[in-house]
């Protein structure tokens, strides 16, 4: 394979994930919009705990997407995996832009919602795994957290161009009006438009030589039963994973909520502060991975984890209300930065613990899964928390977990030394 195929390979996984994340993301950038639609009785709070509920059962559908697309990708290639994903969220993104609301069509409104969401959280499920083995393994050894950083990239590019949707609709296109009626819609059929296109560039893409090279009987195997047979190596995802993915919603996208229920900002400037936030935050993601192809992934992960969890209170104390929008941009670029010891690196660490005949399983299942409970419950057990007037009870949560998995950085290895991807390489050269 020539440098040039590697990259054009690695550019068309990228901007498939792009797709992907962007097509999640819309959905809590306009919920603050498209909320009444669906649940039109109670309060702002009570609308986004409905709308809020349904992007977490949609994480619940996430562990089963892991678990069929990474035992299709383990099989039957990480480019068919990924073709099969970006086909399932397409199809998410074109019920909700159709569905009509609630004073259409009752009831059917909110469930036509759920089922869109099932059908995204089957595709962003085995989205991960597959897209992370992927560049995991089609990135040389040197260059390795670098080129996997970009998951994270097209990951944070896909929730910041929800935002920059979202902003140009808001100050350019439509009144406040037409958002909350129709506008909202667009995004959303913009996303299906998008994944035939990512649909297109993901059909030609090279499969990984690592994928290739793997014998017969390796591909024969029964790989659920096969991932149980490394628990240390599941654990250490799950462990890992706890606290980095609730610090990563926390302050992504709950954070543009936050602004506006708790800081009291309006629903403009905490777009503008939620989206300058994750522009620069995106940009570390490449510095960051290039650092642990220096220094190693460890040393970034224990960074996070003593930052999470002795700066998480204070970073919210002082986002209170009458924080200014500057104010609010520094502060939540601080925490931002602090998890892209955690963001930047966390697909290759996994990639790196499983060998290559159970990888893309090896790397979503428990990934999926820790997410569905931590993540996706995120926003829900935020507002939870104020509505039950213990705000402060959240900031408490987040840090334990932190706290939780720094005690897992502190006892792995570090996966740069012990790649199980430069091991099977050299099985493979044997």
């Not at 970073?315 to 010891?341: D, H, N, Q």
Request: hydrophobic letters at 50%; one cysteine or more; charged letters at 15%.
């Amino acid at each position: 394979m020539t440098a040039a195929q590697r990259l054009r390979s690695i550019f068309s996984g990228s901007v498939g994930n792009l797709v992907e994340w962007y097509d999640w993301y819309v959905y809590t950038a306009f919920a603050l919009y498209f909320a009444p639609v669906f649940f039109p009785a109670g309060d702002q709070a009570a609308q986004l705990l409905n709308t809020a509920a349904v992007f977490a059962v949609g994480f619940l559908m996430r562990p089963l997407g892991a678990w069929l697309l990474g035992e299709y990708a383990d099989r039957h290639g990480r480019k068919a995996a990924l073709v099969l994903s970006v086909l399932m969220m397409c199809g998410g993104s074109l019920l909700i832009a159709l569905t009509p609301g609630y004073a259409q069509i009752g009831v059917a409104a909110p469930v036509l919602l759920l089922l869109a969401r099932l059908l995204q959280g089957l595709s962003v499920g085995g989205e991960y795994g597959a897209s992370a083995t992927y560049l995991s393994e089609m990135a040389s050894r040197e260059h390795r957290g670098f080129w996997s950083s970009f998951q994270y990239v097209t990951l944070i590019m896909g929730q910041l161009l929800a935002l920059a949707v979202l902003i140009l609709l808001q100050r350019f296109v439509l009144t406040s009006e037409q958002l909350h009626d129709w506008g909202w819609r667009i995004p959303f059929a913009v996303g299906a438009l998008a994944a035939l296109v990512s649909l297109y560039l993901r059909r030609s893409m090279l499969e990984t030589e690592a994928f290739r090279q793997q014998s017969g009987s390796n591909r024969a195997r029964h790989r659920l039963c096969e991932l149980l047979a490394h628990p240390r190596a599941l654990l250490t995802v799950v462990g890992l994973t706890l606290g980095g993915t609730l610090a990563f919603y926390t302050f992504s996208t709950y954070m543009q909520k936050y602004l506006v229920i708790s800081a009291g900002m309006s629903k403009d400037t905490a777009t503008a502060v939620s989206a300058a936030t994750l522009f620069v935050f995106m940009l570390l993601q490449p510095l960051v991975g290039a650092l642990s192809d220096r220094i190693g992934r460890r040393p970034l992960l224990i960074a996070f984890g003593v930052l999470g969890t002795f700066g998480t209170v204070p970073l919210f104390g002082a986002l209170g209300p009458g924080v200014s929008a500057v104010e609010a941009f520094g502060l939540i670029l601080l925490a931002l930065t602090a998890i892209s010891g955690y963001t930047a690196i966390n697909a290759v660490v996994k990639a790196e613990l499983f060998p290559v005949e159970i990888r893309a399983l090896g790397v979503g299942l428990p990934y999926a899964l820790t997410v569905s409970i931590f993540g996706g419950t995120a926003e829900m057990l935020a507002i939870w928390f104020k509505t039950q007037g213990m705000e402060s009870g959240y900031y408490w949560y987040v840090t334990a977990c932190i706290a939780l998995s720094l005690t897992v950085y502190l006892c792995m290895d570090d996966t740069r030394r012990t790649s199980r991807i430069d091991r099977d390489a050299l099985q493979e050269k044997a």
